[in-house]
């Protein structure tokens, strides 16, 4: 007979009985479940709902059955539905009437929202670690790259010259952003809705905020019907999901674009790699490419929890079952994600002259051109006009702007001097460039420096 089953006169449909069964998937949640019956039991005994020795009974139960569980010698029931009624089954199977009174002043609605809080705060401090790991590799390698000149890009054309490390800053500031986020979505997840009830609260004189810092909440909820109905906490770790892998996914592109024959600026290792079936020279950047394939995956599951909770009334709906398998998802593909990236990006190889000789075709010093007429009084859009016909002239020669002679230039304008050809040399408009934010090794190391130091306070509170 079911747990809930004095109500009714039938037994529940065999179709139904896998189509309304969710132990397949939330049987992961296990230890959170019998982490938080822990805490309710304990408080049961605080209040006289349950003796010393029904208290001890649960709680050494509860902590046989999760030891079980983890030496995988036990088996989940169908019929029994989900983790929660699975656990409370086994529960009074071992230790008989004392493990029925566990319900006590609870339902399964603020029993689930709490199981789901406590499993998504402890994976996103898992996730949390991947992450700073990355974003310590992306430092370590900005640091070793300050005066690795390369081509920036607008349009997917060459623009302007920066360094690798300046390049490689760019996803440190993404992932930093990432990381505060993670930290927010922790902080409003971690309030317990431990004594909602099913909605109502009840009438039982629980003390919720001794269960709530037993288990690490830095608070309670202050509405049962909230309490139970809310999966905001699962909708902003989704977005933050997204995001986050729009980032990765980004910085695959790149590593992908860099890695090809037409590129060449990088060598991705062989043991993040593959080949072909057919083609016996193909060296394929699957890893990177799969990683920009599986962001797909995760808006999907941001989208398929804001589609479930879009239309739901207050309080619990049985819609919100379907909250699990969309977060589950999205935490083994970040995770997988970022543990997979990291050691990809500190085994590739960097082509350094590669970077450089790209660096100096396709103009990338026309700005710096038009930069140093500016600087000899011209008004700028004079200067930009001026340097575009130089352009165009050497576009038809097939020559750099420096491989002009210093006839040719004053023949355009009187003004250009030898220093002309310092000034748009590669590395001098790198490091001309000295300004906050800007590509100059000076400016780089400056902000690597303060980039260490948000990360430092970042990690600060992070569990709060």
């Not at 603020?110 to 402890?122: G, H």
């Not at 962001?295 to 941001?302: A, H, K, N, Q, S």
């Not at 020669?397 to 355009?412: I, N, P, S």
């Amino acid at each position: 007979m079911k747990l809930w089953g004095g109500r009714f006169e039938k037994n529940t449909d065999s179709l139904v009985e896998d189509f309304h069964s969710s132990i397949s998937f939330d049987q992961r949640l296990y230890k959170h479940d019998i982490n938080g019956s822990t805490a309710h039991a304990r408080m049961l005994g605080k209040i006289g709902l349950l003796t010393e020795e029904e208290t001890n009974k649960i709680v050494n139960g509860l902590q046989s059955i999760l030891e079980e569980i983890e030496a995988g010698k036990v088996q989940f029931e169908i019929g029994a539905e989900d983790i929660h009624m699975n656990i409370e089954k086994l529960l009074t199977e071992r230790i008989g009437d004392s493990g029925k009174k566990l319900h006590t002043g609870r339902s399964r609605n603020d029993q689930v929202a709490l199981d789901f809080r406590l499993f998504l705060r402890e994976e996103i401090d898992n996730t949390r670690d991947l992450l700073i790991a990355l974003i310590e590799t992306l430092l370590d390698l900005a640091s070793k790259h300050v005066e690795t000149w390369m081509p920036g890009y607008t349009h997917l054309q060459k623009a302007q010259p920066i360094t690798f490390g300046h390049h490689l800053l760019a996803y440190v500031q993404m992932f930093l952003r990432d990381l505060g986020r993670l930290k927010d979505c922790r902080h409003r997840l971690n309030l317990s809705p431990l004594g909602s009830g099913a909605l109502a609260a009840t009438t039982f004189p629980l003390l919720r905020e001794e269960m709530a810092s037993e288990l690490g909440f830095r608070g309670v909820t202050i509405n049962s019907l909230d309490g139970v109905s809310d999966r905001d906490f699962a909708l902003e770790f989704l977005a933050w999901s997204a995001i986050l892998m729009m980032h990765l996914s980004r910085l695959c592109e790149e590593l992908i674009l860099w890695s090809s024959g037409e590129f060449s600026f990088i060598t991705i290792d062989d043991a993040y790699s593959t080949g072909s079936s057919i083609m016996p020279q193909k060296k394929n950047p699957d890893v990177a490419e799969l990683i920009r394939g599986k962001t797909g995956r995760v808006y999907g599951d941001l989208i398929t929890l804001l589609t479930v909770m879009k239309g739901l009334p207050l309080a619990y709906n049985k819609d919100m079952q379907e909250d699990k398998e969309c977060v589950f998802d999205a935490v083994d593909t970040v995770q997988k994600c970022l543990l997979v990236i990291e050691p990809m990006l500190v085994t590739m190889k960097v082509n350094a002259s590669v970077m450089e000789d790209e660096a100096k075709k396709g103009f990338t010093n026309a700005t710096d051109l038009a930069d140093y007429l500016a600087k000899k009084n011209i008004p700028f859009r004079e200067a930009h006009a001026i340097v575009g016909k130089l352009v165009l002239e050497c576009s038809y020669k097939g020559c750099a702007l420096e491989d002009l002679t210093l006839e040719e230039l004053k023949q355009v304008s009187p003004v250009f001097k030898q220093d002309v050809y310092h000034a748009i040399s590669l590395e001098s408009c790198v490091r001309a460039r000295n300004i906050t934010g800007g590509p100059a090794p000076q400016a780089v190391n400056e902000a690597i420096r303060v980039s260490r130091e948000m990360l430092k306070c970042l990690k600060i509170g992070f569990c709060k």
